[in-house]
């Protein structure tokens, strides 16, 4: 979360201002919490959200990587 400036308004779609060469993608797209649960509201299925990390769990994940381990947050991945 520490790279991004999150949007003030909610129900909100943003992205990263630039691109970056990725195969079959643009940029990330990101979205405010509550459009998540609104989507999980509406009954969406089969997609998913990463959510942001923590400046902690980066810290942590990062230390994992240094170890040559492999490691995510506990509900890092939102299931809709």
Not at 14 to 24: D, G, N, S, V, Y
Not at 52 to 75: F, H, I, N, Q, Y
């Amino acid at each position: 979360m520490n790279q991004l400036v999150l949007p003030k308004s909610s129900n909100t779609f943003f992205t990263t201002k630039e691109a970056w060469p990725r195969a079959f993608t643009d940029r990330d797209l990101f979205v405010t919490e509550d459009v998540v649960r609104a989507l999980k509201a509406e009954g969406l299925k089969g997609a998913y959200c990463e959510r942001l990390l923590t400046d902690d769990e980066a810290t942590t994940r990062a230390e994992k990587v240094k170890k040559g381990l492999s490691w995510r947050p506990p509900e890092a991945t939102v299931r809709l």
